[in-house]
Nanobody, 125 residues
Framework: QVQLVESGGGLVQAGGSLRLSCAAS????????LGWFRQAPGKEREFVAS?????????TYADFVKGRFTISRDNNKLTMYLQMNSLKPEDTAVYYC?????????????????WGQGTQVTVSS
């Protein structure tokens, strides 16, 4: 059974930082592209960042997080990370990790087959 578990969310002040982790099991980790998505109350799930299959892989970011967030993965630890710096109140959302056995990462949530349960990030002003 494929399982993805997010951790690292919490409450921070604007300008602060958090590092989210996504631990995977039940899959050949290095065969899966990975992504982070977020969903705020009353909003649709939106793309945050993605990374290709290898440690140090190619990355893609949504415009609203460029220069502030960094996605990475450690295939030996079976874990993906999202380092979030310079957080803004509008970053408040539940953050989800996603995985899919595809060659090229995608920004479309409906093309990822495996999802974690999410971790809450709240940024106060």
């Amino acid at each position: 059974q494929v399982q993805l578990v997010e951790s690292g969310g919490g409450l921070v002040q604007a300008g602060g930082s958090l590092r989210l982790s996504c631990a995977a099991s039940g899959l050949s980790f290095s065969s899966y592209v990975l992504g982070w998505f977020r969903q705020a109350p009353g909003k649709e799930r939106e793309f945050v960042a993605s990374i290709s299959r290898w440690s140090g892989g190619s990355t893609t970011y949504a415009d609203f997080v460029k220069g502030r967030f960094t996605i990475s993965r450690d295939n030996n630890k079976l874990t993906m990370y999202l380092q979030m710096n310079s957080l803004k109140p509008e970053d408040t959302a539940v953050y989800y990790c996603a995985a899919d056995r595809r060659v090229v990462p995608t920004t479309s949530a409906d093309e990822y087959n495996y999802w974690g349960q999410g971790t809450q990030v709240t940024v106060s002003s």
